[in-house]
């Protein structure tokens, strides 16, 4: 038997207005530009101002990060694939040394 409270919400959770990411943003952008009072803007889109600054936390810690890996770059696919073609070549390097090292052992009776 089900509770009352677990009905309740599973209601909620199938009913909650789901955002994407796009209208996040633009919620967001039009909450900073400062046009419209945040409690307004908030009425007007249907959630709560907790969950607007909750998404503008997010909004500008992202803008943030960014900022700050700038310095940084993503590998091209054909940097990644000479990485791992080297990979493969020195694993197979090490594999020979150690079987050779293991064929020495033996003769030598170790």
Known sequence: MTKPQDVVKQVRKY?????????????????????????????????????????????????????????????????VKNLKDENGDLKRAVAELTLSIMKYKKSLGM
């Open 15 to 79: 009913t909650r207005r789901k955002f994407p990411p796009d209208e996040k943003i633009r919620i967001v952008l039009e909450g900073l530009r400062g046009d419209v009072p945040i409690t307004d803007l908030c009425r007007r889109e249907g959630i709560a101002s907790a969950v607007y600054y909750k998404w503008s936390k997010e909004f500008l810690e992202a803008g943030k990060n960014g900022l700050t890996r700038a310095s940084l770059r993503n590998a091209t696919t054909d940097e």
